[in-house]
């Protein structure tokens, strides 16, 4: 899905106000200058009219062409080690006056020969990251700290025949195999088991990924998502337009992250949005990726046999066992490492 045409239009604005910005820079250090050094005005002057004096033989004698680049070349050339060594000698840098580009590769214009620069992927990330919610937090989870080894290696769980730290490594290797293939097959998982053995820290994982390869993906609480829900079909604090374009882009997403489903209050309106959503994403075939504290029977008590048959028909349900890592990860960090 990438970034919409609105989006996009936020960012190119971006880059002309950046333009803008940059010239009256020039505009006034140019002013300043000119007014200390007036032999520089001067300069200028004879390179704008050089400049025009070659554009006009270009466009009226073509066949001129060649005859005169050499000779303007040579005057351009004597004319700007001028004005670089008028400013030298008034102790300014020798392109003090030149175009100020913050990207000087695009020159501000966020493409190098028709194809998008360093720069403007890089805004169309910041733009996804800020729209997930999860700028900061990703920075700190994400696959390269994820480590096992806060994980019971001992105690081997009856129903998975798996110790706690087998099975996050296994569901480790599910979430790469999901972003391996998210642009091939559609899939959906819920992460579910008690609380603190890694479930949000996963998500997270999958949504950098994801995110540094250009896909939309927003992250809410159940709490957030019901809120927002609740203001699009009751119309409370918001304008009806906002509502019903944040409501769009939830369902259009790439990926859908619902954190700590059930901690919302369940009642026949959470019930039938979340119905909805299910069915809605389902259809437009965008993943989804849901958590929670719920054990697998409470999630059929809590929802009803309509949407716990969408559970189990359109999800993947990865279980995560073990004690809360919390603690163990806050007393490894406030450690002093040894030599």
């Known amino acids: 899905m990438g970034i919409s045409a609105n989006q996009y239009g936020s960012i190119m604005d971006q880059y002309d106000r950046t333009r803008m910005k940059n010239q009256r ?21 004879q390179i704008i009219q050089l400049s025009f004096q070659q554009a006009r033989n270009e466009l009226l004698h073509p066949e001129n062409t060649s005859s005169t680049a050499a000779q303007y070349a040579r005057l351009m050339k004597t004319l700007i080690e001028k004005k670089q060594t008028l400013l030298k000698e008034h102790g300014y840098p020798k392109d003090y006056l030149s175009p100020i580009y913050t990207c000087p590769d695009c020159k501000d214009t966020g493409y190098i020969n028709g194809r998008p620069c360093h720069c403007l992927t890089k805004a169309q990330a910041n733009f996804l990251y800020a729209n997930a919610n999860l700028s900061e937090i990703l920075l700190e989870e994400n696959f390269d700290t994820f480590c096992s080894d806060y994980y019971d290696d001992t105690t081997v769980d009856d129903n998975l025949s798996l110790t706690p730290k087998e099975n996050i490594t296994k569901l480790r290797d599910i979430c790469l195999d ?4 998210f642009d091939d097959a559609y899939d959906n998982l819920i992460f579910y088991g008690p609380t603190g053995v890694g479930k949000t820290f996963l998500t997270h994982c999958i949504a950098k990924e994801l995110l540094d390869t250009g896909h939309t993906v927003v992250y809410l609480t159940s709490l957030q998502l019901f809120d927002i829900l609740e203001k699009g079909r009751f119309g409370k604090g918001e304008d009806s337009e906002q509502v019903r374009v944040k409501t769009d882009y939830l369902i259009h997403s ?8 059930g901690t919302e209050l369940t009642n026949s309106f959470t019930t039938s949005e979340l119905y909805h959503f ?3 994403r389902h259809l437009q075939q965008k993943s989804t990726i849901l958590s929670t504290n719920l054990a697998f029977q409470e999630l059929h008590d809590r929802y009803g046999e309509r949407i716990f ?12 066992i073990g004690d809360d890592i919390r603690p163990l990860k806050r007393f490894r960090e406030h450690t002093p490492k040894t030599i």
């Open 25 to 45: 820079i020039l505009d006034k250090r140019t002013q300043s200058v000119h007014q200390e050094i007036p032999e520089l005005e001067e300069v200028q002057g």
């Open 178 to 181: 999901f972003i391996k293939h």
């Open 254 to 261: 790439d990926l859908l992250i619902i954190d700590d489903l």
């Open 278 to 280: 299910i069915e809605e």
């Open 309 to 320: 048959s969408r559970f189990t028909g359109y999800y993947n349900f990865c279980k995560i």
